[in-house]
């Protein structure tokens, strides 16, 4: 009798009960399988049909790419500025608080003013001077961009400090926190997105190529990590991301700084991948090639095996620096995806989005890029990119400083001096 009712009493008498059994049963069993299940891809039992998702969405998204790259500069430019639309959408929906937000209106479109005057700031500056080089042949239209050039500073101050007053104008009694969580959260995202994304563009208009080959290696990387992994990844790398294997890592790494080199090859043999972009037209670009593009024998070194069939090469000088931005790409870059992981970490999300299948969000395929174009634009000012003073830089400051006028006179000046040499 004493256990009959031991029995009863430990069971769940009323259908409540039993449904709160089962609900905690199965939460026990799925936290028992959480504790004795590998994070490592190589366990993973649904790795086959998350592996085909993945990469069905990769070769959409390589397809996409490589379609809008053969479209030129602009096309590009416009790329990266709808990628960092969904970036700044991603993020900004990170602290949202539907309550909160019912009870201030014009909050998000505070937001994205802050977004477009930031936009607006950094094309700027980056673009002004295509856009003379392309309005010079229209007196009236130069004049107009050259106005707007010259007071571009104060245009964006101005557009901030508006921004600054309705903020201010906005405050609420018992939402402050919130409200200035929110401005501070805006800031650290224009700073994030728009430092790094703007080396992106500066770059694409140094050259398609610097563009290009850069993101190719990212993607390089991010594929044959996640292979390696699939297949060979035994040891964890790092706890910020547990799927993360050393195996993966390493055999990322290998096949990266080896695409480079191969890949800076094919790439720099197309002009109109090489050459700068001075204006906004659409055009393909040809140009005299760069030293750098410039194909130059190579003998291999002695250690070379006897085997081996080649014992001399023709080799583009650019391949020499595409190793280090494979190098880069390899062993730095991915940091940017394990700040990511981190950062996910900190808010409780698997992703930052939804938006790519097998992938996550928008924000989660860049991380590593936003990394690799920073380091690529310094590493092109610093090492490549001559810094002494030119004929066309000279022509390029005097027509995005000086008034039609002021040209003319310079003109005649010039002439009147060559003149009287």
Known sequence: MEEESNVTSSSPSTPVQRLRHRKRSSTEVLDGDKVNASPLLVNDRNKYKSFMVRTYSTLWMIAGFVMVVYMGHLYITAMVLVIQIFMAKELFNLLRKAPEDKCLPGIKQLNWHFFFTAMLFVYGRILSQRLANTVTADQFLYRLVSGLIKYHMAICYFLYIIGFMWFILTLKKKMYKY???????????????????????????????????????????????????????????????????????????????????????????????????????????????????????????????????????????????????????????????????????????????????????????????????????????????????????????????????????????????????
């Open 179 to 421: 409200q200035f969580g929110q401005y501070a959260w805006t800031h650290m995202i224009l700073i994030v997105v728009f430092t790094q994304s703007s080396f992106t563009v500066a770059n694409i208009f140094e050259g398609i190529f610097w563009f290009l080959l850069p993101a190719s290696l990212i993607i390089i990387n991010d594929i044959f990590a996640y292979i390696f992994g699939f297949f060979f990844g035994r040891t964890p790398l790092i706890k910020l991301s547990p799927k993360k294997t050393w195996e993966g890592f390493i055999g990322a790494s290998v096949t990266t700084i080896i695409s480079a080199f191969v890949l800076a090859n094919v790439l720099g043999r197309f002009p109109w991948l090489t050459c700068p972009r001075q204006d906004l037209s659409t055009g393909w670009l040809q140009c005299d090639a760069d030293p750098l593009f410039k194909p130059e024998p190579f003998t291999l070194p002695a250690w070379i095996p006897g085997w081996f069939p080649w014992k001399e090469m023709e080799v583009l000088p650019v391949q020499w620096h595409a190793l280090c931005l494979g190098l880069f790409a390899s062993i730095i870059a991915p940091f940017g995806g394990f700040f990511a992981s981190g950062f996910k970490r900190a808010f409780k999300i698997k992703d930052f989005g939804d938006s790519i299948p097998g992938h996550g969000g928008i924000t989660d395929r860049m991380d590593c890029q936003m990394v690799m174009a920073v380091f690529a634009y310094i590493y092109l000012q610093s090492f490549i990119v001559s810094q002494s003073v030119s004929v066309d830089k000279i022509l390029d400051q005097i027509l995005t400083n000086l008034s039609f006028e002021e040209q003319q006179a310079l003109f005649t000046r010039l002439g009147q001096m060559i003149g009287n040499s």
